[in-house]
């Protein structure tokens, strides 16, 4: 798979498709400083699980709680670092406030190689609407990923960010390959026809 991931912008889905909820400045990221926490991924990992993903928590699906309009949604940190999704509802709602504990799932991230790393200007990502109190210029990184099928590619994005110091989302994603087919062994739709 190879990957594009916006530094500096974090939102709420993880991916462009979500409002921002974090800016932060990343045009001190270069390839080096990438590269070397991208080590830190390759192997057997704990990834939580996306809180757009279809994972259920006490019968109810992640997504469908995270698109409920009843609720003011946050993530927390209990002392223990464990992650949870807390639910308040908004005024005028008579849905009960909910502390969600949030899955984690054994991984395998077999390779991860920083494909390239440059600086690009805010207003490449208009779509997201950017606070005006963003920064300029980010950092964008194309990153090539062999990992095991149950990997939550925009919550990569998140912890690939966290542990640079950064908010980050993903913007591209590209399947090279699942299981032995390879894109390489595919053909466009015009040809079919």
């Not at 590269?35 to 809180?51: A, H, K, M, N, P």
């Not at 109810?60 to 009843?70: A, T, Y």
């Not at 966290?162 to 390879?182: F, H, Y």
Request: aromatic fraction near 6%; include cysteine; charged fraction near 25%.
């Amino acid at each position: 798979m190879r990957r594009t991931y916006f530094f500096g912008v974090a939102t709420d889905t993880q991916d462009r498709e979500g409002a921002v909820t974090a800016t932060g400045d990343s045009t001190g990221l270069n390839e080096a400083d990438i590269s070397s926490v991208l080590d830190q991924f390759r192997g057997e990992i704990d990834q939580y699980v996306s809180l757009y993903s279809s994972v259920k928590v006490d019968g109810k699906k992640l997504r469908v709680l995270m698109r409920d309009e009843r609720y003011a949604k946050s993530v927390s940190f209990d002392d223990e670092m464990h992650k949870h999704l807390i639910l308040t509802p908004v005024e005028g709602s008579n849905a009960p406030a909910l502390d969600i504990p949030v899955p984690r799932r054994r991984i395998s991230i077999y390779d991860i190689s920083l494909i390239s790393c440059r600086t690009a200007a805010g207003n490449e990502l208009a779509e997201l609407q950017l606070p005006e109190n963003a920064p300029e210029q980010f950092t964008v990184a194309r990153i090539r990923v062999h990992c095991s099928k149950g990997t939550y590619v925009r919550q990569l994005a998140e912890d690939i960010g966290d542990a640079l110091g950064t908010p980050a989302t993903l913007l591209q994603l590209t399947r090279t390959s699942i299981a032995d087919v390879s894109i390489a062994d595919t053909v466009d739709i015009e040809s079919l026809s």
